[in-house]
C-alpha cells in the first residue's frame, strides 16, 4: 500500500504535467498526497521536506538561471546572436546548409546561451537558407533542435547548460565529467543526425517536395539593426568558456575559504569548495560576459533600453528555477517516505552486473520523458536515487564522471517528447506543428536516448572517461 501511494502520486504528477499543468503547484500537491497516504502529516511534511530541499536549490542555482537568461536576452537585443548566425550562414550556408545550422546553434548554447533564446536567432537564418535551396520547411525545427537540443545540452564536457551544471553537485563532479565519453558521444549524436536529416530532406525533395507556400511565421533577415561584427560578437561567449575553464580547472581555491562561513552556523552553508566550485566560476565568468555584451552592444541595447532587456531576462528565469525546484522538493518528499525503500530497491536491480548505469540511464530518462523535462527527470531521480548509484559505484571502483555524463545523456534523451516545452515553443518559433514537423524531432530523440546507452557500453568495457 506504501509503494502504491508513491506509484500514483508519481503516475500523476507526470500525467497532468502531459496535460499542461504546472508542477510549481503540482509538485507540492502530490508530494504532500503521498506523504499522506504513509501516515505523515502535511503540513510538516511541506515546510520541512519539500520547501526546505527546494530552497536548497534556489540557494546555490538562481545565479546561474538568472545570469544565464540575462546573457541570453542580451545578446539577442544586442543583434551580437543574430551576427554569429548570419556570417556562419554567409560562410557555409549554401553548400552546406545543415552544418551551418546545426554548428551554429550548438556553438552558442555551448556557450551558455539559452536554446531557445538560440532559436529567435538562428530561425531567420534557417529559414531564409531553406527557402532559397526550396528544401522542405518542415524539417527546419529538426535541424535547430540537432545543434541546440542534444550534444551541447548534455554531452560536450564544459558544456554551461543547466543540466550539466546541477550534476556537479550530486557527483561532486565538474563540468568536464568523463570528457572521452562526452566528446565521442556527442560527435555521434551530431554526425548521425546530420546524415538522416540530409537523407529525409533528399527523399522528401525527390518526391517533389519544395519549401511550400502558406506558411505562417515567415521571416526575411534583412531588418534595420545594424548588427556588431561578428568578431566582437563571439567574445562574449568564448570570454564565458575560457574564463569558466580557467576558474575550474586552472585557478587552485584556497581549500578553507568556507571555514568562516561554516563556523557561522549559517544554514543551507555549502560544505566544501568542490561542491560549489561550479556555480562559482560560472557565476563570475556570466558576469564578466554579460559586461562584454551591454558595452559591445550597447547601440542597439540603447535603443531598446537596457533596463527592459535585462530586466526580460531576469524575469524569465524565474519560471524556470521555480519549476526545477519544485520538481527537487517532489523528490526529496518521495525519497524519504517509508514506502520508497521498496521501489528504490526495484530501481536498483535494473542493472547489468554491479553497475548502477543501467539503473541510472533507465530511471533518468523515463522520468525525463514523462515529466517532459530534462532537469526535471534528473533532479527527481538524483533526488531520490543519487547517493544508492554512487555508493555502488565505488563499491567497483567507478568514476563518478561516469555517473555525471551518462546522467546528463539520459536526461536529453527521451525529454523530447510531444508535451516538452521546449518542443512546443521552437515549433511556435518556426510557425510550424507537430503533425507537420515532430517525425524528425522525433527520430534525434530516439538517435540521443541510444547513445546513453552506447556511451554507457562503451565506459563499462573499455573503462575510458
Known amino acids: ?50 520547501m526546505g530541499k527546494a530552497v ?40 552546406y546548409i545543415i552544418p551551418a545550422i546545426v554548428l551554429t546553434g550548438a556553438f552558442v548554447t555551448y556557450g551558455g546561451m539559452n536554446g531557445l533564446v538560440a532559436g529567435f536567432a538562428v530561425y531567420p537564418v534557417a529559414a531564409d537558407l531553406f527557402r532559397k535551396a526550396n528544401w522542405p520547411k518542415r524539417f527546419i525545427p529538426a535541424t535547430m533542435f540537432l545543434g541546440f537540443g542534444t550534444a551541447t545540452m548534455d554531452c560536450f564536457p564544459g558544456t554551461l547548460q543547466h543540466i550539466n551544471i546541477i550534476a556537479t553537485s550530486y557527483w561532486g563532479t565538474t563540468v568536464y565529467a568523463a570528457p572521452v565519453i562526452g566528446t565521442l558521444g556527442g560527435v555521434l549524436i551530431l ?28 521571416t ?7 548588427v556588431p561584427h561578428w568578431t566582437l560578437a563571439i567574445l562574449p561567449l568564448i570570454t564565458v568558456i575560457v574564463l569558466n575553464f580557467i576558474l575550474t580547472m586552472v585557478i587552485k581555491w584556497d581549500p578553507h575559504i568556507l571555514d568562516p562561513f561554516i563556523a557561522m552556523k549559517l544554514p543551507l552553508v555549502s560544505q566544501s569548495v568542490k561542491s560549489i566550485l561550479a556555480v562559482w566560476a560560472l557565476t563570475i565568468a556570466e558576469v564578466v560576459a554579460i559586461i562584454m555584451v551591454l558595452i559591445i552592444g550597447r547601440n542597439n541595447l540603447s535603443q531598446s533600453g537596457f533596463a527592459k532587456s535585462m530586466n526580460a531576462g531576469a524575469i524569465g528565469s524565474l519560471l524556470a528555477i521555480i519549476n526545477v525546484a519544485s520538481e527537487v522538493g517532489y523528490g526529496n518528499v518521495i525519497s524519504a517516505l517509508p514506502g520508497f525503500k521498496a521501489v528504490a530497491n526495484f530501481l536498483l536491480s535494473i542493472n547489468i552486473g554491479d553497475s548502477p548505469l543501467m539503473s541510472e540511464a533507465i530511471t533518468i530518462t523515463t522520468l525525463a520523458g514523462m515529466s517532459g523535462s530534462a532537469a526535471g527527470g534528473m533532479v527527481i531521480s538524483l533526488e531520490i536515487m543519487g547517493k544508492s548509484w554512487l555508493a555502488m559505484a565505488n563499491q567497483i571502483g567507478m ?7 551518462i546522467g546528463c545523456m539520459a536526461a536529453g534523451g527521451m525529454d523530447t517528447l510531444p508535451h516538452n516545452g521546449g518542443i512546443i515553443t521552437l515549433l511556435g518559433i518556426c510557425g510550424l506543428t507537430h503533425r507537420q514537423s515532430y517525425p524528425a524531432i522525433f527520430q534525434l530523440t530516439l538517435i540521443k536516448t541510444a547513445m546513453a546507452f552506447v556511451m554507457m557500453a562503451v565506459a563499462v568495457i573499455t573503462g575510458l572517461v
Open 399 to 405: 568514476s563518478p564522471e561516469i555517473l555525471h555524463r
Open 220 to 226: 526575411e533577415l534583412s531588418d534595420d539593426m545594424e
Open 56 to 95: 536548497g536549490f534556489i540557494k546555490v542555482y538562481l545565479p546561474i538561471f538568472v545570469l544565464g537568461a540575462v546573457f541570453g536576452k542580451v545578446m539577442e537585443d544586442s543583434g551580437m546572436a543574430k551576427s554569429i548566425a548570419q556570417v556562419v550562414a554567409q560562410k557555409f550556408g549554401e553548400k
Open 1 to 50: 500500500m506504501e509503494v502504491l501511494g508513491i506509484l500514483v502520486s508519481l503516475i500523476l504528477l507526470m500525467y497532468f504535467a502531459y496535460r499542461g499543468f504546472s508542477v510549481i503547484y503540482l509538485a507540492p500537491i502530490l508530494a504532500l498526497m503521498a506523504a499522506v497516504s504513509q501516515g505523515l502529516s502535511p503540513m510538516p511534511a511541506y515546510t520541512e521536506l519539500f
Open 191 to 218: 554526425g548521425i543526425g546530420m546524415l538522416l536529416l540530409n537523407h529525409n530532406i533528399k527523399i522528401a525533395l525527390a518526391k517533389g517536395e519544395g519549401y511550400g507556400t502558406g506558411h505562417t511565421n515567415e
